[in-house]
């Protein structure tokens, strides 16, 4: 009897550990298995393409000897990225502006000096509790019919009367975008750690725990003048917060560049109607610097996540592509040196294949005056529009007259945060694809221009791109190509 009870006490322990262990490494056989999870399948943005990761020859091989530019050449691999399928519009521009607007009317519509409406603000959770930061209700449509005495003087804070003419318009100096950016770059450095004992991996260097360690960022606040100010600060780190830089960008395209680029033209139809009428709408949109249309990258990022869950957190930042990414998607999975096949500009049938100036002060020989309508040419093989001629493109990148050669052979970007008491030689940016107004050899995808960040032109306009979520399959990348070698 005492033997049987020994039995069974013995098989219940086993089923005890057994049990213990279950969906633990005695199921996995003690191996290593890593941990399951749901992958995040990211869906293709609205107007953009994938442009899948590879290979290319980045500029020319040879001297260009019409020009006599010299255009650095690397070898440089690109990791896989969304861009805008087409350059952004008039009509996406303005949604932009008119957020800004909207933004601005329901802030006084619910300041007491105004409207003094507290609808237009959630200030409670839905337990009832106050919220620290309450924000805009914008579910709540704007009134521009029947308006209260205070609800008018809301809405018309944001017009102007011209004194002249008598014509009411946006008052286009209080259309300021408010945004931030984490520099994580910054951040990941080793020497901007907030812990001391990581900043130097060197075991024999004993960590000084009262370093002082200066970092500098930037910051922006608008004066009692209603003038944005914008400043660099160096302080000592001290937190996190430190790599957080704050950003206020007048957003209103100067629509004076239609006259301002053309000595002795009369331009002024475009300064007026080009940006405000609809019949310009699916035109892309001009005399927006380099600032205003990362201004626009920081919005659309903004206006995404508002409308997402916890996939937020999967998303990367709309931006402004790289030189090196623009330039990879411009010559398509062939690597040609014009978004097309061949180097000649037209087909078998005698059209043209970009807008651009194809003779000497005859614009018009390829159908168009200056822009025209977004997508009307062929698509190059990625599926983009306009890559060549219509209108330049911002990219992010410096310029410098080096180029690629200072940049990594790999995802490479060349970055200066330009600080307000910069030479202005520094705040130079990369520009792209050439415009309706450039010649054959300035449309080509491997010229470079540049102009400074703070102006705006009627022959520069921009697209985003986005980060892939995750990197894509090694089996559905095109194949590495190396760009061709003629001019």
């Not at 009428?277 to 626009?296: C, H, K, L, M, R």
């Not at 306009?461 to 003629?486: D, E, I």
């Amino acid at each position: 009897m005492k033997k049987l009870t020994s039995i069974i006490i013995t098989l219940v322990s086993v089923v005890l550990m057994a049990s213990c262990f279950a969906g633990g490494g005695m199921q996995q056989g003690g191996e290593v298995v890593g941990v399951s999870g749901k992958s995040f399948v990211e869906p293709t943005p609205y107007g953009m393409v994938k442009i899948e990761k590879g290979f290319l020859r980045v500029g020319l091989t040879e001297n260009d000897t019409l020009w006599g530019a010299d255009i650095p050449a690397k070898e440089i691999s690109v990791d896989g990225f969304w861009m805008d399928q087409k350059e952004i519009t008039n009509s996406q521009y303005r949604q932009f502006v008119n957020w800004v607007r909207d933004s601005i009317i329901r802030e006084r519509l619910a300041d007491p000096n105004y409207g003094g409406i507290d609808a237009y603000k959630i200030s409670e959770d839905k337990e009832g509790n106050p919220l620290d930061k309450p924000y805009l209700d914008w579910s709540r449509r704007i009134p521009y019919k029947n308006l209260s005495e205070a609800e008018e003087i809301a809405v018309n804070s944001v017009y102007t009367i011209n004194p002249v003419t008598g014509e009411k318009m946006l008052d286009a100096s209080q259309l300021n975008y408010r945004y931030e950016i984490y520099d994580y770059q910054k951040a990941a450095m080793r020497k901007y750690r907030l812990n001391p004992a990581e900043r130097n991996l060197n075991t024999d260097v004993t960590p000084n725990f009262e370093e002082v360690v200066m970092i500098s960022k930037d910051t922006a606040y608008i004066d009692d003048d209603g003038n944005i100010k914008r400043e660099t600060i160096t302080r000592p780190l001290s937190s996190y917060y430190d790599f957080l830089n704050t950003y206020i960008v007048n957003i209103y395209p100067d629509t004076t560049c239609w006259i301002n680029d053309f000595t002795n033209a009369n331009n002024e139809k475009y300064a007026k109607l080009y940006f405000s009428s609809a019949d310009y709408n699916d035109y892309p949109v001009v005399g927006v610097t380099w600032e205003q249309a990362t201004a626009f990258c920081a919005w659309r990022t903004e206006y995404l996540l508002q409308g997402l869950g916890k996939e937020a957190r999967q998303m990367q930042r709309y931006r402004l592509p790289t030189e090196i990414e623009w330039e990879f998607a411009a010559r398509g999975v062939e690597g040609n040196p014009f978004p097309w096949a061949d180097s000649t500009m037209k087909n078998d049938k005698g059209c043209y294949y970009a807008n651009f100036k194809p003779d000497r002060g005859n614009y018009t020989e390829d159908g168009n005056l200056i822009t025209s309508r977004c997508g009307i040419y062929g698509a190059n093989s990625n599926g983009l529009y306009d890559m060549a001629g219509n209108v330049a493109e911002w990219t992010s990148t410096v310029y410098t007259q080096a180029g690629v050669q200072m940049m990594s052979d790999i995802n490479p970007e060349l970055s200066y945060k330009a600080a307000i008491e910069d030479p202005y030689m520094l705040k130079r940016k990369v520009v792209r694809g050439g415009s309706w107004k450039d010649p054959e050899s300035m449309i080509r995808s491997a010229w470079r221009q540049k102009e400074y960040q703070n102006q705006p032109r009627s022959f520069i306009g921009f697209r985003c791109v986005r980060s892939l979520a995750s990197t894509s399959n090694p089996r559905s990348t095109r194949t590495p190509v190396v760009s061709a070698r003629r001019k």
